[in-house]
T-cell receptor, first 114, second 110 residues
């Protein structure tokens, strides 16, 4: 009963380094997404996917890449980390539905870029 | 671009008070509006609203949606210190894309 699993939970990066935040879900959800959360800003959508092989940009995509090669996995790549990317990152997933569905969140990844 | 605005951004109340949290939205192809509670970790689900005028209740919390005026309210009666949290409103639009508001920070004083 894993739900949405994110790794790592905590990470410190140096400016210019690259890294990948992993996200996996075992609920066969079509929709997966990445959000970042900064103080006073709520959750802002970075990228999302409605199925394997399909990704799209959200509100704040710059500096991040994603891919969706399988239904289960949706990794988020930071290409060249910057201090402005210090944030808490949440992965989330849900079924696609014309009437809306509850979205399930991972536990979050706390990233600090120094 | 989809937009969700929550108000007030923060409020402080005393235990036993009743609070009303507001959420207005503009979204293409509206599917649902969701409320979440967040306490220093991942948001936890409270309600999903899809139809106007139908109140959803869970204990001291209730919520209602007005699709004509494009807003929702979350009511909390007889507040307790455990209700202190950030309350997030989100709207699902085309492709189930979920757009969040900035959140309302509620502090309940003993």
């Amino acid at each position: 009963n894993a739900g949405v699993t994110q790794t790592p939970k905590f990470q410190v990066l140096k400016t210019g380094q690259s890294m990948t935040l992993q996200c996996a879900q075992d609920m066969n959800h079509e929709y997966m997404s990445w959000y970042r959360q900064d103080p006073g800003m709520g959750l802002r959508l970075i990228h999302y996917s409605v199925g394997a092989g399909i990704t799209d940009q959200g509100e704040v995509p710059n500096g991040y890449n994603v891919s969706r090669s399988t239904t289960e996995d949706f990794p988020l790549r930071l290409l060249s980390a910057a201090p402005s990317q210090t944030s808490v990152y949440f992965c989330a997933s849900s079924y696609l539905s014309t009437s809306g569905n509850t979205i399930y969140f991972g536990e979050g990844s706390w990233l600090t870029v120094v | 671009e989809d937009k969700v605005v929550q108000s007030p951004l923060s409020l402080v109340v005393h235990e036993g008070d009743t609070v009303t949290l507001n959420c207005s939205y503009e979204v293409t192809n509206f599917r649902s509006l969701l409320w979440y509670k967040q306490e220093k970790k991942a948001p936890t689900f409270l309600f999903m609203l899809t139809s106007s005028g139908i109140e959803k209740k869970s204990g001291r919390l209730s919520s209602i949606l007005d699709k004509k005026e494009l807003f929702s309210i979350l009511n909390i009666t007889a507040t307790q210190t455990g209700d202190s949290a950030v309350y997030l409103c989100a709207v699902a639009g085309a492709n189930s894309k979920l757009t969040f508001g900035k959140g309302i920070t509620l502090s309940v004083r003993p």
